[in-house]
């Protein structure tokens, strides 16, 4: 799905495109689910072949066990409304790999530290489904109205528990990401309890959740395909609490895709 496809979408899907654009701004966050993304058939088809895609994520060998991720960022630009996938650099053993850096300001865990991780293959890339994904979550910022090129980046993780052996995001704390804007969809879960968004003020960015006043926390679960949020980074900081597995199963698992926008310049460069 391209931008113009997604401008002649159904009226319905504007309206509920504008609504979630409004919360976003008035909370500093949104959550929508896949009856808010009007799905095609085909895009139906895509989610069940993320489910299967990702299972062959490789371990994140960055942080404890249980986390398994590939990563890819391209180039947005505005006349040619296209993303261009970077290439990655090819390692030794074969594999194509992306740089990917957060600050210690953003992340206390591995701030500062350039982290690798497997480059997302084309044929994710390539999904009608994350290209929907990428459209829905770029007119939710309302960064195509301001920026010529935007950096976007897009993670796919499986937090894979074991009994007595749970998975865990980094950091593991209350964080801000350093994107302006990031959504989060969720594509599969199964046998794991845990993994609940809770959003809190800025100010309590580093915090442990013990640390935060429970009256500053809003909490909610992504629990069916494709329930979503959308986070203003400016607004709010975040933490998922790890994910367990559930008694009596040899193995539990929660898939997100995260995409986010960072701009490329630093002043509005778009046409009026």
Request: charged content about 20%.
């Amino acid at each position: 799905m391209g931008w113009n496809t997604f401008t002649h979408a159904p009226d319905s899907y504007h309206l509920a495109v504008a609504h979630i654009r409004n919360n976003l701004h008035q909370q500093g966050f949104a959550t929508f689910n896949a009856a808010d993304l009007d799905l095609s058939d085909s895009e139906k088809i895509d989610l069940i072949s993320l489910c299967e895609l990702s299972k062959s994520l490789p371990l994140d060998r960055f942080g404890e066990g249980g986390r398994h991720r590939s990563y890819c960022e391209g180039v947005w630009d505005y006349e040619t409304e296209a993303i261009h996938w970077k290439t990655g650099y090819q390692q030794p053993d074969g594999h194509i790999e992306v740089d990917y850096h957060q600050g210690s300001e953003y992340q206390p865990e591995f701030g500062g530290v350039v982290r690798k991780f497997l480059r997302m293959p084309d044929e994710i890339l390539n999904k009608g489904l994350l290209n929907k994904l990428i459209w829905h979550d770029l007119s939710l910022t309302g960064m195509k109205e301001h920026y010529s090129r935007l950096l976007c980046g897009v993670h796919m993780i499986r937090m894979q528990a074991l009994p007595g052996k749970p998975a865990k995001i980094t950091p593991n704390c209350f964080h801000r990401d350093g994107q302006p804007f990031t959504a989060v969809h969720l594509i599969e879960r199964y046998n794991v309890e845990g993994g609940t968004t809770h959003i809190a003020p800025p100010s309590y960015a580093n915090c442990q959740l013990e640390q935060v006043p429970a009256h500053e926390i809003t909490r909610f679960l992504l629990n069916d395909p494709l329930d979503s949020y959308i986070i203003d980074d400016a607004a709010i900081c975040h933490y998922i609490n790890p994910v367990t597995c559930v008694e009596n199963a040899s193995v539990g698992a929660r898939t997100i895709i995260l995409i986010d926008f960072t701009p490329l310049e630093q002043s509005d460069t778009c046409p009026p």
